[in-house]
T-cell receptor, first 114, second 114 residues
Framework: AQSVTQPDIHITVSEGASLELRCNYS??????LFWYVQSPGQGLQLLLK??????LVQGIKGFEAEFKRSQSSFNLRKPSVHWSDAAEYFC????????????FGRGTSLIVHP | NAGVTQTPKFRVLKTGQSMTLLCAQD?????MYWYRQDPGMGLRLIHY???????AKGEVPDGYNVSRLKKQNFLLGLESAAPSQTSVYFC?????????????FGPGTRLTVL
């Protein structure tokens, strides 16, 4: 079965600084990979997803993520963080075949200092 | 378009009481899902449905029942609530079961069982 690990429970950055949130997955073949964001009191919103092709994926709100097969990673990045980016971020992995259901990581809480 | 809505937003139950959470979507989606979110645990799938009249168990189905009598609604029932079911419950829907089908999430229901 597939699994996903987000090593960082909390990340603190200053506004305007760059951001990288880590995500590692475990799956034998090429997985489907997702990043979601959850603002306080809200449901999850899809930021970006990777299925195949170009390993650098662009998403909404200025986020991007890079798939690195050799490291089994799909890290999320943003060059300059805004205070409104403070939220919980979830990485998810899915596999093909049957009824597709993604498996979610435990989440990383992003704190943005002014 | 309201998207995915959940009723109620908050609820407090006593141990042994029953209740039903309602999820409604107006996007004509086939697939619907119920997740629970606990601190440090990410999202865990309780039950899901691949179409009207169908339901299937997810990762943590014990203590819950579901029904999908109408395509637009997905009900989650707790027959005899336990403190371990204190959680935030999220409903989601997607057009189909392919990884290319984005999941859309509701705002969540915060349930406390005393």
């Amino acid at each position: 079965a597939q699994s996903v690990t987000q090593p960082d429970i909390h990340i603190t950055v200053s506004e305007g600084a760059s951001l990288e949130l880590r995500c590692n997955y475990s799956y034998g073949a090429t997985p489907y990979l997702f990043w979601y964001v959850q603002s306080p009191g809200q449901g999850l919103q899809l930021l970006l997803k990777y299925f195949s092709g170009d390993t650098l994926v662009q998403g909404i709100k200025g986020f991007e993520a890079e798939f690195k097969r050799s490291q089994s990673s799909f890290n999320l990045r943003k060059p300059s963080v805004h205070w409104s980016d403070a939220a919980e971020y979830f990485c998810a992995v899915g596999v093909s075949g049957g009824s597709y259901i993604p498996t979610f990581g435990r989440g990383t809480s992003l704190i943005v200092h002014p | 378009n309201a998207g995915v809505t959940q009723t109620p937003k908050f609820r407090v139950l006593k141990t042994g009481q029953s209740m039903t959470l309602l999820c409604a979507q107006d996007m004509n989606h086939e697939y619907m899902y119920w997740y629970r979110q606990d601190p440090g645990m990410g999202l865990r799938l309780i039950h899901y449905s691949v179409g009207e009249g169908t339901t299937a168990k997810g990762e943590v189905p014990d203590g819950y029942n579901v029904s999908r009598l109408k395509k637009q609604n997905f009900l989650l029932g707790l027959e005899s609530a336990a403190p371990s079911q204190t959680s935030v419950y999220f409903c989601a829907s997607s057009y189909g079961g392919s990884p290319t089908d984005t999941q859309y999430f509701g705002p969540g229901t915060r349930l406390t069982v005393l």
